[in-house]
């Protein structure tokens, strides 16, 4: 089968990760990865960033089925649950909205700005190498720091659920899969 473009994105979201270990103001470019999956489905294109663009699911397909890393036992029922996946999706948003309330204060000037990467939303791990005190904001830096936070603990996330489970695990509560797939149901019963 001949390959088309995007099955190449597994890319983006390695030099993503490489990126925002070097400078953390390439953690802006992740924004992709939460805008074009919405977008897409409210287009009407349905699951099709998580069935063929999602770079990450490529990922840890190549890393789990190429590279042989994965137990490739099934996922427990527990997280494939309604309650796990929105649960999760709520924890996210949690998470999500006080990485922004932390932006927000280093805007307002109540709080300054630490160069911290949060691994798995609790380990504080210095991350000053990535910051190289350039001309940007300090709010802006801050949210840097966040996403790339986001970003890095869902991989993670992934990367554990992939090796212990299949490959694509991660999809199965992934908050981008599960918001497009609620976008999905709210189109579909919206044209009844």
Known sequence: MKKKWYDYLWIFSAVYLVLGFFNILFAWIGLICFFIPIIISAAGGGKAYC?????????????????GISLKRDIPKFIRSKWFRYGFLIFFFIMFFNMLFSTYLVFSGANSMKEIVTLIWTIKVP????????????????????????????????????????????CVYCPMGTMTQLICKTKNNCKK
């Open 51 to 67: 069935n063929h663009y999602c770079g990450r699911g490529q990922l840890f397909e190549l890393l789990g089925n190429k590279c």
């Open 127 to 170: 991350w000053k190498w990535a910051y190289h005190g350039t001309a940007v904001s300090p709010w802006a830096v801050q949210f840097s720091f966040g996403f790339y936070s986001v970003m890095l603990t869902s991989t993670i996330l992934g990367f554990v659920t992939m090796v212990l489970f299949k490959p694509r695990s991660w």
